[in-house]
């Protein structure tokens, strides 16, 4: 297709849609304190009752119903800091939920919010919350809370953490909360003295699954109470980001063991590994806007371990990024070309086929300047286990257009090794909103890679992938959307992650969703249709598809439903092979199957969910289900389980096999400083039980004293000869971390 074929239509959109009025209402002067605010949670200066309160109303169970508690919230700034205070009544104290005291681990307690939208951008937000224990918890939102992948739809990280404080206090109608967060950990954008920002407040009581909030955002889409794109526009006039630095050194001792075959290849050889090393993290508010964040012998020993996948499909599993230094405003590198493949994903540095590769160090940027949304990545790793050395670099600019809710942007990433190694990725992206809720979605992004370009074999288009798609967002009525996507045989971002090349999609959805009456048990019900066609570039034979269908129940209550059946269609180019030996042929297959869920209340001390489904799988049969429960013991226990139950059989092949794959944690707090967590899991796909145990004495914010123990069992140790050690790899640490301001 010609290329002015496509440029055409979209110039002339972009026209049209220029005068598309900005969502929202005129912007709000926040009130400026008169006086000093003490962080006690009790609310009682004379400074809160000169600032006024927002007007909150019910966002759920019944959108500007008649809220059953009354709820205070005021939000007010200083020349360092900008505050909320709320005073959250409740008619039955007892009945308030305070289950946990571990940070950043929601279990279904009472909470109060405050979302900002910082640089009033309308795609992304930092979301700090509270308990009535005073528990932090920060996170950050992309994508204008529209995402698709797991937890809050792959849309929210909740890995990410800065610095702020919080204190809370109980009195004899409810109880109290107040915030202070510090300009450097928010980041703005001044202009002339005035600073604009998004702003969500709420509150929600867990055991009635009801939610107050400011402003007044109808329920229309699944995270609607999170959405930049709703937030009310905040005006702060005469304030500027102090710009103090941050230095954090760290000292890590302990020991490893790991098991090795000896030169014979007849012996199993435990070596024993004694850990000593040292590194340092800085971090510079370079100006209000944009952020330097630098390492030096970067070490991720407290990250918590990734959860056990079971993997029955002919695609790479993919793990989300929880180690810290990438959270700092990751929304700026999100890069996505579908659910989960995406031109930057930066598990690819420092990681290589599960294993660390140590990072020497390196730095990021990011912030905004003048019109730009501006990020900045660039790390080295060490050589190891026959890899080169490495450097990893990525750089990100977007920029509003054409209205508020409206970016296009590019990305270049590159991957250099010592051997003169190279891999080079870039992308175009947009969004353009066409209709209040109307948005197309352009990308475009091509690799150079070395391999290929010394064998003569670059071709711009296959080396390249194009993403085209329109939706209308949203759960109320009619929502859809549409797409295409073509992915070259050679299109490999050294630095992405893809799930499968050379391809044509096809996709669709389509849903309609639809409000209860006030007296119904059920809050909304949604019916979808949705389905995609995946085409091979080389003869255009199909290659998979999929047709589903699903309908979805939201109770007042907070809980929720989900039945679905789906068709699908996989044409396999060589045999496909499973856990336990079994395999199934090349060829192509249709089958179908169906699943169901059922998701308790959030605010129940005993809650999570529950799974079943089954149905045809490729030549044979599948049998599958889950069960998720928490228990919230007390304010300082509290109990999780997972497991999944996969049973399959070919009976041509005679061939069956039972899976499974089970999760423990606990997590113990003491206080909000000292807390354990253990995490023990055990996959019999891979033949193995995994325990993580984390201690952290947390003295202050970025104060910490970790102690970190993990152990890699063999389950089926006769599997291999000669016979698997009990352990494979097993490490106790200790690692120290102190921030201090320059």
Do not use: C
């Amino acid at each position: 297709m010609p290329i002015h074929s496509i440029v055409r239509p979209l110039i002339f959109l972009s026209i049209l849609t220029a005068s598309l009025p900005a969502m929202g209402q005129d912007a709000l002067e926040l009130d400026r304190l008169n006086g000093p605010i003490v962080l006690d949670g009790r609310i009682d200066e004379a400074a809160w009752r000169e600032v006024r309160p927002l007007d909150v109303v019910m966002y759920a169970p019944v959108h500007e119903g008649r809220m059953t508690e009354d709820t205070e919230i005021r939000v007010a700034y200083d020349d360092g800091y900008l505050y909320m205070a709320a005073r959250l009544f409740d008619a039955d104290p007892n009945g308030i939920r305070s289950n946990s005291l571990y940070r950043d681990r929601y279990s279904g307690d009472d909470t109060v919010a405050l979302i900002l939208d910082t640089f009033n951008d309308n795609e992304n937000a930092l979301w700090f919350f509270t308990t009535p224990a005073g528990v932090r918890f920060d996170m950050a939102v992309t994508g204008d809370a529209e995402g698709r992948g797991p937890g809050f739809g792959g849309a929210v990280n909740n890995s990410w953490n800065t610095f702020w404080d919080v204190a809370t206090a109980r009195f004899d109608g409810g109880w109290t909360a107040e915030m202070r967060l510090p300009y450097s950990s928010l980041g703005f954008q001044e202009v002339d003295g005035r600073v604009e920002m998004g702003l969500i407040a709420y509150r929600y009581i867990a055991r009635k699954g009801e939610r107050h909030i400011y402003p007044s955002i109808p329920p229309n889409w699944s995270m609607g109470f999170a959405k930049p794109s709703q937030a009310r526009t905040v005006v702060l006039r005469g304030v500027t980001s102090q710009k103090p630095i941050y230095v954090t050194p760290y000292v890590t001792g302990g020991v490893g063991r790991a098991a090795d075959l000896n030169e014979a290849g007849t012996k199993w050889i435990t070596d024993v590994d004694p850990n000593r090393d040292a590194g340092i993290d800085l971090k510079y508010s370079v100006t209000n806007n944009l952020t330097l964040d630098a390492t030096v012998n970067t070490d991720f020993a407290q990250v918590e371990a990734d959860d056990q996948q079971v993997n029955l499909s002919r695609f790479s599993q993919f793990f989300p990024e929880k180690r810290q230094f990438f959270q700092e405003r990751a929304g700026i590198f999100s890069f996505s070309t579908g659910r989960r493949d995406r031109l930057f994903h930066s598990r690819k540095i420092g990681l290589h086929q599960g294993q660390e590769v140590r990072i020497l160090g390196g730095g990021r940027l990011v912030g905004r300047v003048g019109e730009w949304d501006v990020g900045a990545l660039n790390m080295q790793t060490e050589a190891d286990a026959g890899l080169p050395s490495e450097n990893f670099g990525v750089v990100r600019l977007r920029r509003r257009v054409i209205n508020d809710q409206s970016y296009a942007g590019s990305m270049l990433t590159s991957r250099l090794g010592a051997d003169g190694s190279y891999n080079v990725a870039y992308g175009l992206d947009g969004i353009i909103r066409l209709a209040p809720d109307g948005y197309l979605d352009v990308k475009w992004a091509q690799s150079i890679e070395q391999t290929v370009v010394d064998e003569g074999r670059f071709d711009f288009a296959d080396a390249g992938l194009l993403y085209v798609e329109y939706e209308r967002r949203g759960t109320l009525g009619w929502t859809y959307d549409g797409g295409v996507t073509y992915a070259g045989a050679l299109y490999d971002p050294g630095i992405g992650f893809v799930t499968r090349r050379d391809f044509l999609q096809l996709s669709a959805d389509v849903q309609y969703g639809w409000l209860r009456p006030d007296e119904s048990r059920y809050r909304t019900y949604d019916a979808s249709i949705f389905g995609h066609v995946y085409f091979r570039n080389e003869d255009g034979s199909v290659e998979s598809a999929s047709l589903g269908h699903s309908w979805d129940f939201a109770y007042k209550s907070s809980a929720d439903a989900r039945l679905s059946a789906n068709l699908e269609v996989e044409d396999l180019p060589e045999d496909l092979s499973l856990p336990e030996d079994m395999s199934v042929p090349a060829g192509r297959y249709t089958f179908a199957g169906a699943q169901g869920r059922y998701t308790l209340p959030a605010g129940d001390l005993i809650r999570g969910g529950f799974s079943v489904g089954g149905g045809t799988f490729y030549d044979g049969w599948r049998i599958e289900a889950g069960l998720d429960p928490t228990w919230s013991v007390s304010r300082f226990i509290e109990l999780a389980g997972s497991y999944e139950y996969t049973r399959i059989g070919f009976p041509d092949r005679d061939q069956s096999a039972n899976i499974h794959l089970l999760g423990v944690r606990s997590r113990i707090a003491l206080n909000t400083q000292v807390s354990l967590s253990t995490f023990v899991q055990y996959n019999t796909a891979a033949e193995v039980a995994i325990a993580n145990l984390r201690f952290r004495y947390n003295f202050g914010e970025g104060n910490d004293l970790w102690v970190v123990y993990n152990d890699n069992l063999n389950t089926h140790r006769e599997r291999f000869d000669p016979v698997l050690p009990v352990s494979q790899s097993r490490t106790l640490l200790f690692k120290y971390t102190y921030t201090f301001a320059l």
